[in-house]
């Protein structure tokens, strides 16, 4: 057996993390000349894993919102750009729905700014138990949620819609168990047709603002 067919399966091994690999190898040919090439080669290698997983955590936090971790609103407007593509490319449909909590204010000044935050916390925890999987439910900002279901029919969005409103109605804020009403308005828009994620959003905020103006605590639809 020549010396190159002995060496060549230490780095033919299946399932074998590289570095171990390389190191396997240096103890097997420890007075080899490339054995310190192959070292200085294992930890670079492991340098650069390590700022792979620095950049993931770092892209993680920069969509995510701290206080409900939901999506935030930049992790949304990506998705809702994909999903805008998609239906040109496929002729899907999607759903929009734009919630925001009915006089918010009025419960900060009540009850305080961080009974305020658990209510937050307890809505996104609450209306996330509604979701699909591949639904993209996102903090849009302050007391605002947007929601993006995606392959979804008009009946079935505005079912959830209702579910939703019910949600937020019967829910229990264990960390300010004084605040004792929680209610949201939500704007639904049903989207068909190719057109510009602001635009889409925007249409769903048209629908939020006429719930606000219809009384709070319901569902309007954009048409
Ligand atoms: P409306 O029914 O018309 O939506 O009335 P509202 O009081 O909910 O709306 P408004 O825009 O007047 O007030 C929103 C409040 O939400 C004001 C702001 O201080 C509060 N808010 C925004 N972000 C946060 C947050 O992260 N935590 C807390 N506690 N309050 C927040
Ligand atoms: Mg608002
Ligand atoms: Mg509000």
């Known amino acids: 057996m020549t010396e190159r067919s002995t060496r060549a399966p230490i780095f033919r091994v299946a399932d074998t993390h590289v570095v171990q690999r390389l190191e396997r190898a240096s103890e097997q ?3 080899h000349p490339l054995v310190a090439e192959l070292e200085w080669l294992a930890h670079q290698y492991q340098r650069l894993e390590a700022r792979l997983d620095k950049n993931k955590v770092l892209q993680e936090q920069a969509i995510s919102d701290p206080l409900t971790g939901l999506m935030n609103r930049n992790g949304l407007l990506d998705r809702l750009n994909a999903e805008c593509a998609r239906l040109i490319r496929e002729h899907t449909a999607f759903g929009l729905l734009m919630l925001d909590l009915d006089h918010f204010k009025a419960i900060n000044d009540a009850f305080g700014h961080h009974a305020g935050d658990q209510v937050l916390i307890a809505v996104a925890a609450t209306l996330r138990q509604h979701m699909r999987p591949y639904d993209v439910f996102a903090r849009w900002g302050g007391e605002e949620f947007l929601l993006l279901v995606p392959a979804v029919e008009r009946p079935a969005l505005e079912e959830l819609a209702r579910r939703l409103l019910d949600a937020v109605r019967q829910v229990s804020v264990s960390g300010a168990p004084e605040v004792s009403e929680v209610r949201v308005s939500i704007g639904l828009y049903y989207c068909d047709q190719p057109e510009s994620p602001a635009d ?16 709070r605590d319901q569902v309007v639809t954009f048409d």
């Open 29 to 31: 040919f420890g007075d």
């Open 200 to 215: 889409s959003v925007r249409k769903a905020d048209i629908a939020l603002y006429r719930a606000k103006e219809a009384g």
